[in-house]
């Protein structure tokens, strides 16, 4: 088993479950293994947060072999009065375009 990541302090903008949403929206066969490296979580705490995902319906999965194949429901929407009628699509195209934009690295210059 690998190391536990380094925790994070102080507050941040996106939540874990926001994180761990794009991550799988990234590649829908990821392993949990991989989601806590790049989130910087437990294994543990990805396993729950998948697991409340699936359980309020924003995420479901299928087994295929060893490795479980993740489907995000884009059209649902999100939880808190203050994004009333705003799509998990919405959130993910702003977070799947700031990893696209962070993976073209700093040389890449805004025009």
């Not at 989601?35 to 729950?48: P, S, W, Y």
């Amino acid at each position: 088993m690998g190391a536990v990541p380094e925790p994070h302090n102080g507050w941040t903008f996106i939540t874990n479950h926001a994180r761990v949403l794009a991550a799988i929206a990234d590649n829908s066969s990821v392993r949990i293994r991989d989601i806590a490296a790049h989130c910087r979580l437990t294994e543990r705490a990805v396993q729950k947060i998948i697991a409340d995902l699936e359980q309020a319906g924003y995420l479901s999965h299928t087994r295929e072999g060893r490795t479980n194949n993740y489907r995000i429901e884009q059209a649902k929407v999100l939880r808190h009065p203050a994004e009333a009628g705003l799509t998990v699509a919405a959130l993910l195209s702003l977070l799947v375009a700031d990893e696209a934009d962070r993976a073209a690295g700093p040389d890449t210059e805004a025009r």
